[in-house]
């Protein structure tokens, strides 16, 4: 059996592109680099539309010009925010004149290039205050220092009386802030270095062109220049390793689509075999529904729902699921939600490498782990690198020095669940606006029970590899799977951020037991 499941190990349903010397060597060429990036740019197209056409040629100047590569990222990045491209969508704040009872909206054509210089610029304050040793918030703590800011600027806007057009400006720079906010964090982390990276090196990798988002990937600019490719060999293997991982993402999209379709019962729109066809915004690649109803003679319906719209209905009033459906429910949208997360992260971390740095993927075999802590790293590599450098590490070393279990548990705390929930938190932009900064976080108390959960999981799962190795073998790596399994499963009920109470989710966890 184990001899089966290491046979299966080694099947590779995606070829080895950088291990064929010919390859290596036309991909050198300039003629090669135009086919490479030609190539990466159809399934780009194929996977994300709305940038393909942008990234594209950005990507293959990037390949002939590798002398100029940072000045390029640097232009790459701050045009993909001008044209609102990133998290920062000016519909975003269009609408907040009009929340405050004045009677225009604001064009994010002028507003957001305006914003982004704005957020810019504090950031290059704050990173000199740090260098410079002028930011001494909280010793050992200064990679607060933004984040805690941010907060004390939400909670000024919520409760202290101003102008309106004063009011609808700030949190317009609230919001903005937030996007950048964790980018921040690491700049300051790395500003004592003494190899930091200039500030425009690391402006240029504030919500980048390959993966626009508050989560910095791949890391901070000093980790950038570590992976950088540094000779034509390096370059050439790491863009083929890029086709590589788009392709691979490709297959899960496909995966991905066809599942939900089948499980979830949605109308996957297929009229004929092999068809491209536009969803929610998307180019995607379908095959015939005719074909693959007669080869499953099923038709596609719904089996269960998806987590999230149980818990949406529940809580205006629907009966809870049956056990089993629940339980499906449950189990089939963290694997649902691990193969998005594979595929939206993929796609980023190709790209990265399509630019001429090797950044590791962020979501790496994840159901090979052995324990539950070693799971959420695999899972969700960058944004535990982020927790774990601005939450864990601070206090690990700060605090408890002599309790070493209450120093783990602490530590980890601050890192899974406070941690967890802020970064959640600020994705809540049009409800702190409405409701206050202080509403926000307390309607985030399901989510904090979800961090607590996942804290009480990793602290368990690290003691228990202190005292005891893993166990090895194919028995030991399904026992693994299927603790892993069903952990996270089970804390993903709790996983929620629609504001609504948590009897909803102890309503739906007790219907898995078949209570209520």
Avoid at 215 to 229: H, N, Q, V
Avoid at 265 to 289: K, Y
Avoid at 335 to 350: E, F, P, Q, R
Avoid at 383 to 389: A, D, F, M, P
Wanted: a positive charge; one cysteine or more; aromatic letters at 18%.
């Amino acid at each position: 059996m184990e001899k089966l499941f290491e046979k299966m190990g080694r099947i590779r349903i995606i070829p080895q592109l950088d291990t064929y010397p010919l390859l290596v060597e036309f991909a050198k060429t300039a003629p090669g680099k135009v086919a490479l990036t030609a190539v990466f740019s159809l399934f780009l197209f194929l996977l994300m539309p709305s940038l393909a056409h942008y990234l594209a040629p950005l990507l293959l100047v990037i390949s002939l010009l590798p002398k100029y590569r940072h000045a390029l990222v640097f232009c790459g990045t701050v045009s993909l925010a001008a044209l609102g491209l990133t998290w920062l969508k000016s519909d975003s704040i269009a609408g907040l004149p009009g929340r405050y009872g004045l009677d225009y909206v604001w064009d994010g054509w002028m507003v957001v290039p305006l914003l982004v210089a704005s957020v810019f610029a504090l950031s290059s304050l704050l990173h000199w205050l740090a260098r410079t040793g002028r930011l001494n918030f909280m010793r050992g703590f200064s990679a607060w220092a933004p984040f805690t800011l941010l907060l004390l600027f939400g909670l000024i806007l919520s409760y202290l009386p101003m102008p309106a057009l004063l009011k609808a400006a700030g949190w317009a720079f609230f919001f903005f802030w937030g996007n950048y906010v964790w980018f921040q964090v690491y700049s300051i982390q790395e500003s004592r270095l003494p190899d930091q990276p200039s500030m425009v090196r690391q402006l240029a990798v504030y919500q980048p062109y390959w993966y626009p988002s508050l989560l910095p990937i791949p890391k901070g600019a000093s980790f950038l220049a570590r992976i950088e490719c540094r000779d034509a060999e390096a370059l050439a293997v790491c863009q083929l390793k890029a086709l590589k991982l788009i392709m691979w993402a490709a297959v899960l999209n496909g995966v991905f689509l066809l599942s939900e379709g089948f499980f979830y019962g949605e109308s996957v729109d297929i009229s004929r075999s092999f068809l491209l066809q536009w969803r929610s915004g998307a180019l995607h690649l379908f095959f015939n529904e005719n074909y693959l109803c007669q080869l499953l003679q099923r038709d596609f319906v719904a089996y269960f729902q998806p987590l999230d719209f149980v818990l949406k209905i529940m809580a205006q009033g629907a009966p809870a699921p049956a056990p089993g459906k629940a339980i499906a429910s449950t189990v089939f949208y963290f694997l649902m939600y691990t193969c998005k997360l594979a595929i939206s992260t993929h796609i980023g971390v190709a790209i990265c490498r399509m630019s001429g740095f090797y950044a590791p993927r962020c979501v790496y075999r994840p159901f090979e782990s052995k324990s539950i802590a070693d799971f959420f790293g695999r899972y969700y590599y960058y944004y535990r690198e982020l927790l774990v450098t601005v939450f864990f590490y601070p206090v690990f070393f700060k605090f408890f020095k002599k309790q070493p279990k209450l120093r783990l548990f602490v530590a980890t705390f601050a890192a899974a669940c406070l941690g967890n929930t802020l970064f959640h938190l600020l994705f809540s932009f049009d409800y702190i606006v409405q409701h206050g900064l202080i509403a926000a976080a307390l309607s985030f108390h399901t989510f904090a029970v979800y961090g607590l959960i996942l804290t009480v999981g990793i602290f368990l799962s690290q003691l228990n590899r202190q005292k005891k190795p893993p166990q090895t073998g194919w028995l030991g790596s399904l026992k693994a799977l299927l603790v892993i399994v069903s952990f996270y499963s089970f804390a993903t009920i709790f996983a929620n951020e629609s504001h609504d109470s948590i009897m909803v989710n102890i309503r739906f966890l007790l219907a898995i037991f078949g209570i209520g």
